[in-house]
């Protein structure tokens, strides 16, 4: 074995705190472990393919790098230090000024003789080539230790006292012990007033040694379910949550309320997950079923159950942090909690339901929705104008869509909601129902907080639609309008979301049409500009129209990135087609791209825009046959009369892949004309006509896309 590899061991790093926030530990957990192992690779201690394994437990931070050396390997290190003619005097001795340097780098007179010549710009300069000591690992690692908790994404920094009650640190939670473990062997370094050892804690309670003596880097994990009844790992306690839960689950015939950000959280709050099964009584069943899942999951983070029509039962599962021989006790004590949380719920509907979501509308009015655009009550009556627009131009209801729009706000004045803001849409759909509204407005009022419609394939109510609409589009007009516009990952009004729910409405709509043979007659342009209307005069700034239009067609094309590439997308973004148009159309190129004639047609496409560029004066929209004097421009027209007429009428249809594909035929007589006909001739009629002929082959070309976009 070769010395660098004697020098290898596993490295392992453990920070034992306070309990941990449990919304960020995954993050913390995941950011810890990742910048400590940035930091070595960095410094040539370990390899930058090197495996990385993090451990996270609501009372410690913890990773594992393999294969660390014990101190970086030496490396080459040139220096620039001066220009020649300021190192050297004329007898090329070193000057005063080159001495001193070579003294900062620790070299002395004698290293003059070693130093390298070699150009730098249009000057020579002197270099010192050297060979810098490799970084030891207690130095790398400590720097490494004081990076990675720098960079931790902590949510809120807390300062607290060391052990001489007189210095304070910052740290996300107090720190109580350091492990840094290279192999068997403690590295010394020192973090927040602590010395590494190879010392931590298990579980509060079912530990069965304390403190835990980990022996190794590699035993840590073992040692530590073992001895301290502890899954270090999140990944692995996480999965061991999962497996309990199903396990519970199974033999009732139901399934466990799915939730990733729930079950990340719940691993964040236990060290050794017993999963328990818990009752509640079947009267609260009464309550809509959105309401009690929430409690039950905000408020207890317990695992309702459903059944598989996926309704709700009056069973729960419970992820304890104990393990009891006997746990009667933990589950009637979970029991015992759960029903008052439930009793309110079941308080807040009834106390609801004895009032009318319509006789609430006028209390909206004292409700501010923005300093700058006026109270809630407002806001209602903008959203109505817009619905009523939005269904006349969809063959909606107008009457029903300006009811939605009327309520869809009024749940915002009930006791549940104002309990359980989560639910707001939800319980207005339910109360809507109670009070004898058209189901088709009780739905659109539940529906219009959807976040994304990605399984929705047709528009099943479409006063919902409109509604959604409505919306988003007061809401992207009026925030855009007032300057609150998104700005790097900050975008407090979710303005993204919402130009996503619009593409989509805009696409489910344009397929509905599409199988009736008849026009979305819904257009952006003209529905912003009716949005802007709604607004009272001198409260939107301007713009807004322009700006707004390209930051929904923006979100739209970042979308469809992953799935037609960046040249397609860029093809069909160009001529700023129908919203719902964009898929078919990128669809299209994407089938005339793959043509063998497509490459020589788009590059010919390019050349002919970069021709019509730079023409003097109005080019011409049709090309004269009697002024072709040249067999290729001949051709090339006759091809365009046969060609063009079937492109336009699939484009006409809707069938842009056929009037794309149509195409194919003008790559020979393109091709021939550049070679044979010069297009900028000294007959100034006969320049004209060609140009004229580009421009029609131009249009022809581009209707669906700018197809030059797809040129290498």
Same mark, same amino acid.
């Given at each position: ?143 490494? *230790?004081?990076? @990675?908790? %720098?960079? !931790?994404?902590?949510?809120? #920094?807390?300062?607290?006292? +060391?052990? /001489?009650?007189? $210095? ?76 309990? *839960?199903?396990? @519970?689950? %199974?033999? !009732?015939?139901?399934?466990? #309320?799915?939730?990733?950000? +729930?079950? /990340?959280?719940? $691993? ?445």
């Amino acid at each position: 074995m070769s010395a660098p590899e004697m020098n290898q061991a596993n490295l392992l790093v453990e920070l034992f705190v306070e309990e941990l926030p449990p919304k960020a530990l995954k993050k913390l957990g995941e950011a810890f472990a990742a910048a400590l192992a940035e930091s070595l690779v960095a410094q040539g201690l370990a390899a930058a393919n090197t495996a990385v394994s993090h451990f996270a437990s609501p009372r410690r931070l913890g990773v594992h790098v393999e294969n660390v050396l014990a101190c970086a390997a030496e490396k080459s290190v040139s220096s620039k230090l001066m220009p020649v003619a300021v190192g050297l005097d004329a007898a090329g001795n070193a000057t005063p000024a080159l001495l001193k340097r070579l003294a900062a780098l620790g070299a002395g007179a004698s290293a003059v003789s070693q130093l390298r010549r070699a150009a730098d710009g249009k000057n020579e300069a002197l270099f010192y080539d050297s060979i810098a000591a490799g970084v030891p690992l207690v130095d790398g690692l400590q720097l490494a *230790l004081e990076h @990675a908790m %720098a960079k !931790l994404p902590i949510p809120k #920094v807390m300062t607290y006292p +060391l052990a /001489d009650g007189w $210095t304070t640190v910052n740290f996300v939670r107090p720190v109580h012990g350091l492990i840094a473990l290279h192999g068997a062997d403690i590295v010394p370094v020192s973090v927040l007033g602590l010395n590494a050892g190879r010392e931590t804690q298990g579980h509060r309670f079912e530990a069965h040694v304390s403190p835990v003596v980990v022996t190794s880097a590699d035993s840590y994990a073992a040692q530590l379910k073992d001895e301290g009844a502890v899954i270090a790992s999140f990944a692995e306690r996480r999965a061991d949550i999962v497996r309990q *839960l199903q396990a @519970a689950a %199974a033999p !009732l015939g139901f399934k466990p #309320v799915d939730d990733d950000a +729930l079950l /990340d959280e719940v $691993t964040a709050l236990v060290e050794r997950p017993n999963v328990l099964l818990g009752t509640f009584e079947t009267a609260f069943l009464d309550v809509p079923q959105e309401c009690l899942i929430l409690t039950m999951k905000a408020n207890q983070k317990y695992f309702p159950l459903l059944d598989a029509a996926g309704k709700l039962t009056n069973q729960f599962l419970i992820v304890s942090n104990i393990s009891p021989a006997d746990a009667s006790a933990v589950i009637q004590g979970n029991e015992r909690v759960v029903r008052p949380r439930l009793a309110d719920a079941k308080f807040f509907f009834d106390q609801d339901r004895k009032k009318k979501l319509k006789d609430r509308v006028s209390g909206l009015a004292k409700v501010v929705y923005h300093n700058k655009l006026g109270s809630q009550g407002e806001r209602v009556e903008r959203v109505r104008a817009i619905a009523r627009w939005v269904a006349e131009k969809v063959d909606a209801d107008i009457e029903l869509a300006d009811r939605a729009a009327e309520l869809a706000k009024a749940d915002l004045l009930t006791d549940m909601v104002g309990e359980f803001p989560e639910l707001q849409g939800v319980m207005g759909g339910y109360y809507a129902r109670h009070d004898g509204e058209d189901e088709q407005v009780a739905q659109a009022i539940a529906d219009q907080y959807l976040v994304r419609r990605d399984e929705t394939e047709d528009v099943s109510n479409l006063v919902s639609e409109v509604l959604q609409i409505a919306d988003r589009m007061e809401t992207l007009v009026g925030i855009w309008g007032i300057g609150l516009k998104p700005t790097g990952d900050k975008d407090p009004f979710a303005l993204r979301r919402h130009a996503l729910s619009i593409i989509k409405s805009f696409q489910l709509l344009g397929a509905m049409f599409a199988m009736d043979k008849t026009g979305l007659r819904l257009d952006i342009d003209e529905l912003i500009e009716f949005c802007l209307s709604v607004f009272p005069s001198g409260v939107l700034g301007e713009n807004v129209a322009e700006e707004l239009k390209l930051f929904i067609y923006e979100r739209n094309a970042n979308q469809l990135m992953p799935f037609f590439g960046a040249e397609a997308v860029a093809a069909v973004f160009s001529n700023m087609p129908p919203l719902h148009e964009i898929a078919k159309r990128l669809r299209a190129v994407r089938a005339f791209a793959a043509l063998p004639e497509a490459p020589a047609l788009a590059a010919a496409n390019k050349r002919v825009g970069n021709i019509l560029k730079k023409a003097e004066g109005e080019v011409g929209g049709v090309a004269d046959p009697a002024r072709c004097v040249e067999a290729a421009e001949t051709a090339l027209f006759a091809a365009l009369g046969e060609i063009a007429p079937r492109a336009d009428a699939a484009f006409a249809a809707g069938d842009y892949t056929a009037s794309l594909q149509a195409l194919a035929a003008l790559k020979t007589p393109v091709d021939a004309f550049f070679d044979h006909v010069m297009v900028n001739a000294d007959d100034p009629a006969l320049k004209a006509n060609r140009l004229a002929l580009l421009n029609q082959l131009h249009q022809t070309m581009n209707r669906v896309a700018d197809i030059s976009r797809l040129a290498a």
